[in-house]
Nanobody, 124 residues
Framework: QVHVVESGGGLVQAGGSLRLSCAAS????????MAWFRQTPGKEREFVAA????????GYADSVKGRFTISRDNAKNTVYLQMNSPKPEDTAVYYC?????????????????WGRGTQVTVSS
């Protein structure tokens, strides 16, 4: 079982940058597909980005493609989400998720382990 904790959220101006971190414990993340989702009040949790286990590639939502980058540091057991040129519509609680599947899932049900989330607010 893997336990994940998000950090790095906060207030950022549109066009700036912010990096979220997801620190894992319990198991090495090299065996897990890791993902970021986000959620705003009254809406379903939305896929943002994912990185497959063992060098299997990355996937992004169309809304963040070209602006956000997901990466992993297996030595630090940490996954990052670099948010460049954020927009006010990126404001949400961002969640880190993990699953032992080797492929990227684009639905929240594909992931077994979740953090508690970190708030990101983008001001215009």
């Amino acid at each position: 079982q893997v336990h994940v904790v998000e950090s790095g959220g906060g207030l950022v101006q549109a066009g700036g940058s912010l990096r979220l971190s997801c620190a894992a414990s319990g198991r090495t993340i090299s065996w897990y597909t890791m993902a970021w989702f986000r959620q705003t009040p009254g809406k379903e949790r939305e896929f943002v980005a994912a990185i497959a286990s063992r060098g299997g590639g990355t996937g992004y939502a169309d809304s963040v493609k070209g602006r956000f980058t997901i990466s992993r540091d297996n030595a630090k057991n940490t996954v990052y989400l670099q948010m460049n040129s954020p927009k006010p519509e990126d404001t949400a609680v961002y969640y880190c998720a993990a699953d032992v599947s080797g492929s990227i899932g684009y639905q929240a049900v594909s992931y077994e382990y979740w953090g508690r989330g970190t708030q990101v607010t983008v001001s215009s």
